[in-house]
């Protein structure tokens, strides 16, 4: 039924290091696609979004990018800090939302 | 007020009771979502409103929920009959706009069903 598919399901990284998180999706139609930022008990927050044809954006120590043709999107996090701990969620046209990755920072 | 608000924060029902969930968007936002969040999963689209009108609600599990925005601002989930599977977080989401906009967020209530 899901039709985002976010990976890894979760991930432990040291303090400053980066990562990269992926999102496959096969939801039509295609509005835009969002990368979320859920901390555990509150509500996401957007970090960046990107229509059909933007390939890259970047939002601090966050970019994004975007293939419509492969329908695939990564969400870069450069110099991690121990706050970027969270769930990441990729989400599609506002309605398809991915399972998140579960990011943990350790110092 | 500065977001999205929802109440309450959490909720215990017993089994076969109704619930009520009550959001209240940023003022002036037009779109209004609601979804359904398991532990550990992420958000599943239940209902969107444009102001007043409900123009998708193909993400209601059953006819045992109920969404409505009367006035186009605050909205209300109503889970009839609740059962343990409903049991999950409850998100509300804003945008000014039309719906691909960005969302604001809710804390959520999370609803245990006992």
């Known amino acids: 039924k899901n039709q985002v598919e976010q990976s890894p399901q979760s991930l432990i990284i040291l303090e400053g290091k980066n990562c990269t998180l992926q999102?496959?999706?096969?939801?039509?139609?295609?509005?835009?696609l969002r990368w979320y930022k859920q901390d555990t008990g509150r509500g996401p927050v957007s970090l960046t979004i990107m229509t059909f044809s933007e390939n890259t954006k970047s939002n601090g120590r966050y970019t994004a990018t975007l293939d419509a043709d492969t329908k695939q999107s990564s969400l870069h996090i450069t110099a991690s800090q121990l706050s970027d701990s969270a769930s990441y969620i990729c989400?599609?046209?506002?309605?398809?939302f991915g399972a998140g990755t579960r990011l943990t920072v350790k110092p | 007020g500065a977001g999205v608000s929802q109440s309450p924060r959490y909720k215990v029902a017993k089994r076969g009771q109704d619930v009520a969930l009550r959001c209240d968007p940023i003022?002036?936002?037009?779109?209004l979502f609601w979804y359904q969040q398991a532990l550990g999963q992420g958000p599943e689209f239940l209902t969107y409103?444009?102001?007043?009108?409900?123009?998708?609600k193909s993400g209601l599990p059953s006819d045992r929920f109920f969404a409505e925005r009367p006035e186009g601002s605050v909205s209300t989930l109503k889970i009839q009959r609740t059962q343990q599977e409903d049991s999950a977080v409850y998100l509300c989401a804003s945008s000014l706009g039309r719906s691909s906009e960005k969302l604001f967020f809710g804390s959520g209530t999370q609803l245990s069903v006992l």
């Open positions: 999102c496959n999706y096969t939801v039509s139609p295609f509005s835009n």
């Open positions: 989400v599609v046209s506002s309605r398809r």
């Open positions: 003022s002036g936002h037009v779109s």
């Open positions: 409103f444009q102001n007043e009108a409900q123009l998708d």
